[in-house]
């Protein structure tokens, strides 16, 4: 089997770094795409079978020079992970236009964008895209009305796509973390809220950036070449549970 090439959008740090370095161990090559240039290039330095692309994957001109950087540069793409996103919690009220705009141009209008850039390319290879959406996108809570909404239209949009392009072997699925100790979780994440995570979450802890880079390559391999259209959530059964966890947790105690 030739080599196969993957872009990850936001790869300069967090999940999309821990998924660039372990399609590298899967043997394939990786074109790292960032906004944060001087990250971007630390990120990549010591990475071979990377190439490093400044790329704001919501501005159109961008994105198309991109994939035609990845096209000169490797001659084919096999997988496209939609992976940068941004989050700002705030109140309605709080949530003036700007806001909202700037988390749909990442977190929508990004995804949109990369897919149908690379569409041609992933036709002709058969190959997969993984979306990045989030618990957040399944269940409501508050100050999420931009960053849930914007994560709930990506579970759709991979709904569509997966339908669209199953024509052409074109397989789109949606990976959905639950709480994962990066930078966008630090900044909108309080100790208080954090602690309240782990109450609600069946396996008690966040998860590692490994934990979602495994469900991201596994998605993008051979061993899931008949799943397309599905959402996996990555969450330690946060998404599955229902109310009062920290409750029955207690009760359990005194009975065993
Ligand atoms: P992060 O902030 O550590 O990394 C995100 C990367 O995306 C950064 O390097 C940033 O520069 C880049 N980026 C942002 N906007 C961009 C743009 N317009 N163009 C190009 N690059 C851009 O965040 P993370 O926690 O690794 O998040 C990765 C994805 O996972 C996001 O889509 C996020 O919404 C999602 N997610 C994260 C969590 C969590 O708890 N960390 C939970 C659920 C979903």
Redesign the pocket.
């Known amino acids: 089997m030739s080599i196969r090439i993957a872009i990850v959008?936001?790869?300069?740090?967090?999940?999309?770094l821990a998924t660039t370095k372990l399609f590298l161990e899967n043997d394939w090559r990786v074109a790292m795409?960032?906004?944060?240039e001087p990250?971007?290039q630390v990120a990549s330095e010591n990475l071979p079978g990377t190439i490093s692309i400044h790329?704001?994957?919501?501005v159109p001109e961008m994105v198309q020079e991109m994939v035609s950087t990845v096209l000169a540069t490797f001659g084919r793409i096999d997988a496209l992970i939609n992976?940068?996103?941004?989050?700002v919690f705030e109140p309605l009220e709080k949530t003036d236009f700007d806001i909202w705009r700037t988390i749909m141009?990442?977190?929508l209008d990004?995804v949109f964008l990369c897919t149908q850039a690379t569409i041609p390319a992933l036709k002709e290879s058969q190959g997969a895209i993984v979306n990045?959406?989030?618990?957040?996108a399944l269940r409501a809570s508050t100050l999420r009305v931009a960053?849930g909404t914007s994560?709930a239209a990506v579970v759709h949009l991979t709904k569509q796509l997966a339908i669209e392009l199953g024509d052409y072997g074109v397989r789109v699925n949606c990976v959905?973390?639950?709480?994962?100790?990066?930078?966008?979780?630090e900044a909108v994440h309080s100790p208080e809220i954090i602690k309240a995570y782990y109450d609600g979450i069946p396996l008690n802890r966040?998860?590692t950036?490994q934990d979602?880079a495994e469900a991201v390559v596994f998605l993008c391999s051979t061993k899931a070449s008949y799943i397309t259209g599905q959402m996996l959530a990555v969450d330690g059964g946060f998404d599955a549970s229902g109310i009062g966890l920290p409750a029955l947790r207690a009760s359990r105690a005194r009975f065993t």
């Open positions: 959008t936001g790869a300069a740090r967090g999940i999309g795409v960032d906004r944060d990250e971007l790329c704001d994957v919501s992976n940068a996103g941004v989050a141009s990442t977190n990004g990045i959406a989030s618990i957040s960053y994560k959905s973390p639950g709480p994962v100790k990066t930078r966008l979780a966040s998860a950036e979602i």
